[in-house]
């Protein structure tokens, strides 16, 4: 199904893109480009003027179709794209204890080039277990794929799920730090 993505005037559609499954967030506009992330495992770059396919990337670790709420996705969905220290970055994936983890990818905005890729899997993800939480309640469960954020220049994944009430009885969402295991390797 056709999901249109690209630049309207009024209420005609200028042009639009068909990815292999659905998206589920809005797409990312930088210099003249938009960036779409797709529940398929792909990131797509089209033009903004045209919709133009420029590249795409496929975040997940390779193409396996699962059936999530009653459509077709892949088993390492990518939910959305940030912009950080200049590279378009995406995680694909549901939970560190699912199919080998979450992977994260940071692509060059031009190419789709990955400059760097790593996984939040079982062992990766445990070390940001709350510390202070001996009973180990708070864990992995906690850390889930909500799609990425950047929060104070800091790039974070956003668990699904929501923390207990802060001090103030808002609700948290469950960021997890990811600039410490982004760094490219030697």
Same mark, same amino acid.
């Given at each position: 199904?056709?999901a249109?993505v690209?630049?309207? &005037?009024? $209420?005609?559609?200028v042009w639009? =893109? /068909?990815?292999?499954s659905?998206?589920s967030?809005p797409?990312?506009? &930088?210099q $003249?480009?938009?960036?779409v992330?797709? &529940?398929?495992?792909w990131?797509?770059?089209c $033009? =903004? /003027?045209?919709?133009?396919l =420029?590249?795409?990337a496929l975040?997940?670790?390779n193409v396996?179709?699962i059936v999530?709420y009653?459509?077709?996705?892949?088993?390492?969905?990518?939910r %959305?794209v940030?912009?950080?220290?200049?590279l378009?970055?995406?995680?694909?994936?549901r939970h560190?204890e =699912?199919?080998?983890?979450?992977h994260?990818a940071g692509?060059?905005?031009?190419?789709?080039r990955?400059?760097w890729r790593?996984?939040?899997?079982y062992?990766? !993800?445990?070390q940001?277990?709350?510390?202070l939480?001996?009973?180990r309640q #708070?864990? @992995?469960?906690?850390?889930?794929?909500?799609? #990425?954020?950047?929060h104070e220049?800091r @790039? !974070?994944l956003?668990g699904l799920d929501?923390?207990?009430?802060d001090?103030?009885n808002?609700?948290r @969402? %469950?960021p997890?730090?990811?600039e410490?295991?982004t760094?490219?390797?030697?």
């Amino acid at each position: 199904m056709p999901a249109p993505v690209g630049t309207r &005037h009024g $209420e005609r559609v200028v042009w639009a =893109l /068909t990815t292999g499954s659905r998206i589920s967030s809005p797409p990312l506009i &930088h210099q $003249e480009r938009v960036y779409v992330a797709s &529940h398929d495992g792909w990131v797509y770059c089209c $033009e =903004l /003027t045209t919709g133009r396919l =420029l590249w795409r990337a496929l975040v997940a670790p390779n193409v396996r179709w699962i059936v999530a709420y009653g459509q077709i996705e892949s088993a390492w969905p990518v939910r %959305n794209v940030v912009l950080h220290d200049g590279l378009i970055c995406a995680a694909a994936g549901r939970h560190p204890e =699912l199919d080998g983890g979450i992977h994260l990818a940071g692509l060059d905005p031009a190419s789709g080039r990955a400059v760097w890729r790593q996984v939040i899997a079982y062992d990766s !993800a445990s070390q940001w277990s709350d510390p202070l939480d001996r009973k180990r309640q #708070l864990h @992995l469960n906690w850390i889930t794929n909500g799609g #990425l954020t950047v929060h104070e220049g800091r @790039l !974070a994944l956003v668990g699904l799920d929501i923390l207990p009430r802060d001090k103030d009885n808002d609700p948290r @969402l %469950n960021p997890l730090p990811v600039e410490q295991i982004t760094r490219p390797k030697p």
